[in-house]
């Protein structure tokens, strides 16, 4: 995406938010031109402090996670503060809100209550287990979450279930929450007034496991396609002489892996009934540990490059395992065109991975996102300008 469009322009968000979860919907509502101006306390958000640095020593986390919004620090111990706080809620469109256990008893705020008072804003508020029930106000870490969701059972193995390895219930819910506002804003320019939503990482988590939970009966029996992850030994790459590779034929593909086999000097396997389920060998199934060792010699004796030509040209599906740097070289990103030139932003943070929106027919739009602020860039209770409302602003 070259350009940020401002879809959302005149849009004022609030972002009562530290960590990943609020800062990644505020970040994908600024990227659609939304001004989000965000609150934070005294000394920063904790994520300021995060590694890697950037070379002026600002964190490459922070920088990509609030870039295009302002910031004001709040105290909510100081009268003065939430005085100034009042003031920006008062012209708010949304408020977009993730508090600690402590954060939030120490700001008192009945989240909800907002609406009353002001029937055109719209609040999400985020939780990490949930508001009601046992844990209720608990403060959860991406382990806790993943394993109340069921999420461990898909990585490491059955006897050694862990963590996977990356924040999928914090980025999830910051993402589920752009969805929960862009609806609520829907309904207010339908209706005429805003909503209150609540949205938990836990929740959110737990819906994207609907194609498993759909499959599993009690007590925990699993059938169908994609679904015996716990079970399977984990999926791997085919090894090359340098690196691996992916090795598929999609259903219906058959002709394609008997060219393979024939090419590679396995043409006796498609006569095999051990191989015709052939897929269960290569890909799909619980059958690549036991029957894919016969293939290994073949990869083995090519580059990656030579296997993925080999597959592809047959009509499957092969690409190398590859690193960051290979991964954005490669020539379909150009396409994708997935990173964002940001202005202001330290060195090591000037190229950022874009929201992956990419619309047609935007009028109003600017190719060059702003860094994400200092600490409190602004101060008073004013909102700093944005771009006008566009024409179907709501």
């Not at 004022?12 to 101006?37: N, S, W």
């Not at 958000?45 to 590694?51: E, H, N, T, Y």
């Not at 979450?145 to 461990?152: E, P």
């Not at 691996?244 to 086999?261: I, L, N, P, S, Y």
Request: glycine share 12%; proline share 7%; charged share 25%.
């Amino acid at each position: 995406m070259s350009e940020f469009l401002r879809i959302l322009g005149g849009v004022r968000i609030l972002e009562i938010a530290e960590g990943i979860a609020g800062p990644v919907c505020g970040m994908q509502l600024a990227d659609l031109g939304a001004c989000v101006v965000k609150v934070e306390p005294p000394g920063g958000d904790r994520a300021r402090q995060w590694g890697p640095a950037c070379a002026d020593g600002r964190s490459a986390i922070f920088e990509h996670l609030n870039r295009g919004k302002s910031s004001i620090i709040v105290d909510w111990r100081s009268a003065e503060d939430r005085d100034v706080l009042a003031g920006l809620l008062r012209d708010a469109d949304v408020v977009v809100v993730h508090q600690d256990p402590e954060t939030r008893a120490l700001a008192g705020m009945a989240w909800r209550e907002l609406c009353d008072a002001n029937p055109r804003l719209c609040v999400c508020e985020i939780s990490d287990i949930g508001l009601q029930g046992p844990l209720a106000g608990r403060a959860g870490s991406e382990l806790v979450i993943q394993v109340l969701a069921g999420f461990h059972r898909y990585a490491g193995r059955p006897e050694a279930p862990c963590r996977v390895g990356y924040e999928i219930a914090s980025v999830g819910g910051g993402m589920a929450a752009v969805e929960a506002v862009l609806a609520m804003l829907y309904r207010r320019e339908r209706d005429g007034r805003g909503d209150y939503c609540e949205i938990s990482l836990l929740g959110q988590l737990l819906s994207q496991k609907q194609i498993l939970l759909a499959a599993q009966s009690d007590p925990d029996k699993w059938e169908g396609f994609h679904l015996n992850g716990p079970h399977w030994p984990a999926d791997i790459g085919w090894e090359t002489s340098d690196g691996q590779v992916t090795f598929d034929f999609r259903h219906g593909e058959r002709d394609g892996w008997v060219k393979f086999c024939e090419a590679v000097g396995l043409g006796h396997l498609p006569d095999d009934p051990e191989y015709a389920d052939w897929r269960s060998t290569i890909y799909i199934g619980d059958r690549k540990a036991s029957h894919g060792p016969v293939y290994h010699a073949a990869f083995r004796a090519m580059t990656s490059q030579e296997a993925s030509d080999l597959i592809n040209g047959f009509g499957g599906i092969s690409v190398k395992f590859h690193d960051y740097a290979e991964i954005l070289a490669h020539p379909q990103m150009r396409h994708l065109n997935p990173l964002v030139s940001v202005e202001g932003a330290p060195e090591g943070a000037t190229r950022q991975v874009a929201t992956p929106f990419a619309f047609d027919g935007a009028t109003v739009a600017d190719p060059r996102p702003r860094a994400a602020p200092c600490p409190g860039d602004i101060a008073g209770a004013s909102w700093p300008p944005g771009p006008p409302k566009g024409r179907n602003s709501p």
